[in-house]
């Protein structure tokens, strides 16, 4: 094996997303010389990209657009004329991708991290080839993240039937949009097109939307659904889809299996899920392989079998999300500086950015009950003061606590702004706490977050205004 010196890098980091760019942003901060392999244009991965911004962008637009269009608005006293300029909401989204992967750019030359441009392929455990060019290093980091699950049989041709990229662009509003899959990405690009006007109906193989997610917000967050017009077809698999011009024809069964039926769309969203990107990686050359579910299987480190070679984001087992990949980045590079780089698996909180949002950390009533005695609070949104004058009455938070130690194993909510609210649930689970420290903690009056405390007063049968 070739000697430290020998190497070009001390670092390669395959991948640009949010794993990968922290990943080597800290390690150029922590004096390792980094380079970054991307074959994207731009840099930030599938979130900056085609994921996480995007589709917030497209979110906070249409849902402003709702707001004008659905009467919200005017209940306010603010009477508008509503018109849609679809094609200026596609180019402030545009932008909001094209400032913030320039701000990696940016961030990549402050930090003296070398972007190599181009596809890298292992060719040995410390060398890669990046577009052609031979590249060594003493540490790789595989951050190459994943791509959409494609249904077997069913053509992805980005016009009528599209996945999530191809949603975020749709040149009109779709009369009537088929989301095969109930899980974030349908009901969260789903929520765009159905604000901005088109019919849509969601297929979903379980028997409840949002896998993962607590039992009862997954009933709750259905009904909120089907209120504002999704409508659901539970239990039911999507066994075909034939196009025929500009429209589709979906062939639908019960999961269970049983007599067909079929439906028509002018647009069809595929999101049932997402895969590790692994393929063309040559990971047989460093001596690696992908476990069956084509993830890279690391320790608590994000160390892979092979001496050298590392593994974060959604390459790897556990949620496909943007902050854990960040936080694994982080803790990558400060492991392979020698420090003790760690990130808490058991608290990762998870946000669905619809109206209104969906939010947990911890584990569910259901997984908590299975490992021991559980107490649990929940409060309405509906008996919050600022809920309540903002008219946001739909959702709830619920606290689920150790039945002997009342220290808090999870908590969910479904609030207009869960995904903030959870920040603090997060926090004080990191700490430690018990449902008794949420309650005596002093939140600000009238704030959503006064809701986590009376949930958490609810552990112990006491909330005030309930
Ligand atoms: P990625 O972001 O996928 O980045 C991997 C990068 O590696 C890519 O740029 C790819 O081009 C590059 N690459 C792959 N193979 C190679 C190779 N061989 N050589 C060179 N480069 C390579 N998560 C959230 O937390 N919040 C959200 O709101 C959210 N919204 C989302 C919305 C959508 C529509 C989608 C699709 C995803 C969303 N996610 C969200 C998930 C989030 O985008 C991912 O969890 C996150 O991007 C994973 O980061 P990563 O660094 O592991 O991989
Ligand atoms: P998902 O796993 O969240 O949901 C997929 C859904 O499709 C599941 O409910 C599943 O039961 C269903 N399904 C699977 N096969 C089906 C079939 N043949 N017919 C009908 N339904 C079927 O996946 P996703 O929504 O595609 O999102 C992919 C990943 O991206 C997720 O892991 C998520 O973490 C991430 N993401 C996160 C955010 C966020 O954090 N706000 C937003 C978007 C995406």
């Known amino acids: 094996m070739a000697d430290e010196q020998q190497y070009d890098y001390d670092v390669l980091v395959i991948g640009a997303g949010p794993g990968g760019y922290v990943a080597a942003i800290r390690a150029a901060q922590l004096g390792l010389k980094t380079a970054c392999a991307e074959s994207r244009e731009t840099l930030g991965g599938t979130c900056l990209n085609v994921g996480c911004i995007p589709s917030k962008a497209m979110l906070h637009a249409s849902e402003l657009y709702d707001h004008a269009a659905n009467g919200a608005m005017a209940k306010l006293g603010i009477r508008t004329t509503v018109e849609l300029d679809l094609d200026t909401m596609h180019g402030q989204r545009r932008d909001a991708v094209k400032q913030l992967t320039g701000g990696i750019e940016f961030l990549f030359k402050k930090n003296k991290v070398t972007w190599l441009k181009g596809r890298a392929a292992f060719t040995g455990a410390h060398s890669v080839d990046v577009g052609g060019q031979a590249v060594t290093a003493k540490n790789i980091v595989i951050a190459t993240g994943s791509s959409v699950t494609p249904l077997p049989g069913v053509t992805i041709d980005q016009k009528v039937v599209v996945d999530s990229t191809g949603a975020l662009e749709l040149p009109k509003?779709?009369?009537?949009?088929?989301?095969?899959?109930?899980?974030?990405?349908?009901?969260?690009?789903?929520?765009?097109?159905?604000?901005?006007?088109?019919?849509?109906?969601?297929?979903?193989?379980?028997?409840?939307?949002?896998?993962?997610?607590?039992?009862?917000?997954?009933?709750?967050?259905?009904?909120?659904?089907k209120k504002q017009g999704i409508e659901f077809r539970l239990s039911t698999k999507v066994t075909g889809v034939a196009v025929n011009g500009d429209k589709a024809t979906l062939t639908l069964e019960p999961a269970a299996g049983g007599e067909a039926t079929t439906i028509e769309a002018d647009c069809v969203l595929v999101s049932i899920g997402r895969r590790p990107?692994?393929?063309?990686?040559a990971l047989d050359k460093a001596g690696l392989s992908a476990n069956q579910r084509g993830q890279i299987e690391i320790d608590h480190d994000f160390r892979t079998a092979v001496d050298g070679i590392w593994a974060i984001g959604d390459v790897v087992p556990g949620p496909m999300l943007a902050h854990k990949a960040e936080d694994e980045g982080i803790a990558v590079a400060e492991n392979i500086a020698g420090q003790h780089g760690i990130v808490n698996h058991d608290i990762i909180p998870s946000v669905v950015y619809t109206w209104p949002e969906v939010a947990g950390v911890g584990l569910t009533e259901e997984a908590a009950k299975e490992r021991g005695e559980v107490k649990v609070g929940k409060f309405p949104m509906v008996a919050n003061s600022r809920a309540k004058t903002n008219h946001e009455p739909d959702g709830l938070v619920k606290v689920i606590a150790d039945a002997k130690t009342d220290r808090v194993l999870g908590v969910w909510c479904i609030a207009s702004v869960a995904g903030t609210m959870i920040a603090q649930a997060a926090q004080a689970m990191e700490f430690g706490a018990t449902s008794e420290d949420i309650a005596y903690t002093c939140h600000a009056h009238p704030t959503h977050s006064e809701a986590v405390k009376e949930a958490a007063m609810a552990v112990q049968g006491k909330p005030i205004h309930i």
């Open 277 to 281: 990107n692994t393929d063309g990686l």
């Open 173 to 225: 509003v779709p009369e009537h949009m088929v989301v095969i899959g109930g899980g974030v990405i349908g009901l969260e690009l789903g929520s765009v097109w159905r604000r901005l006007g088109a019919k849509v109906t969601c297929v979903e193989f379980l028997d409840q939307i949002l896998p993962g997610f607590d039992g009862d917000i997954r009933k709750e967050s259905n009904k909120i659904f």
